[in-house]
T-cell receptor
């Protein structure tokens, strides 16, 4: 059974720092891994999707990497801004035909001005 | 693109009533949609997979007679919480797949008095 873990559960940083958000998964036979952002009381916004054959994806200040052999994905946020404050979740779809996402518990990020 | 609309965004009702939540894919067709439930400060819990034109697939422990799902068209899935009670109060979120990514609605906050 796939399990996704995000540590730490919360992070508070000053504005401008480059950030590393970690995600680990137990079953390396993943189909893809997706990073989301959730603002308080809102749904999820898809940030980046990495397919199993890919090593990384980039969008603006965001870069996500995937290392299936070690069961890890990392989301890099460059030059963090207060507007980046939100909860970040990673989720994996395991190979086998199901399209179900297995979510980590998320990491609450606070970027202080 | 890939917009998922969820309605209503917030509903308060008395115990014993039934509540219907709609999930629409606005600019794409979705044969599969997902319904999640999220408790405060927790991650998303998959409740069921909604399949267009067929019965929904429920996760273990989710009462299918309590949470009725109908996916009558390629752009609309509905979740009806029947005879709602205070313990059903939660944040409900739907998602739909296009390409390989899941896209989420903004969620519905359900409060049962």
């Amino acid at each position: 059974k796939q399990e996704v873990t995000q540590i730490p559960a919360a992070l508070s940083v000053p504005e401008g720092e480059n950030l590393v958000l970690n995600c680990s998964f137990t079953d390396s036979a993943i189909y893809n891994l997706q990073w989301f952002r959730q603002d308080p009381g809102k749904g999820l916004t898809s940030l980046l999707l990495i397919q199993s054959s890919q090593r990384e994806q980039t969008s603006g200040r965001l870069n996500a990497s995937l290392d299936k052999s070690s069961g890890r994905s990392t989301l890099y946020i460059a030059a963090s801004q207060p507007g980046d404050s939100a909860t970040y979740l990673c989720a994996a779809i395991t190979q086998g035909g199901s399209e179900k996402l297995v979510f980590g518990k998320g990491m609450k990020l606070t970027v202080n001005p | 693109g890939a917009v998922v609309s969820q309605h209503p965004s917030w509903v308060i009702c008395k115990s014993g009533t039934s509540v219907k939540i709609e999930c629409r894919s606005l600019d794409f067709q979705a044969t599969t949609m997902f319904w999640y439930r999220q408790f405060p400060k927790q991650s998303l819990m998959l409740m069921a997979t909604s399949n267009e034109g067929s019965k929904a697939t429920y996760e273990q422990g989710v009462e299918k007679d309590k949470f009725l799902i109908n996916h009558a068209s390629l752009t609309l899935s509905t979740l009806t919480v029947t005879s709602a009670h205070p313990e059903d109060s939660s944040f409900y979120i739907c998602s739909a797949i296009t390409g390989q990514a899941q896209h989420f609605g903004d969620g519905t906050r359900l409060s049962i008095l």
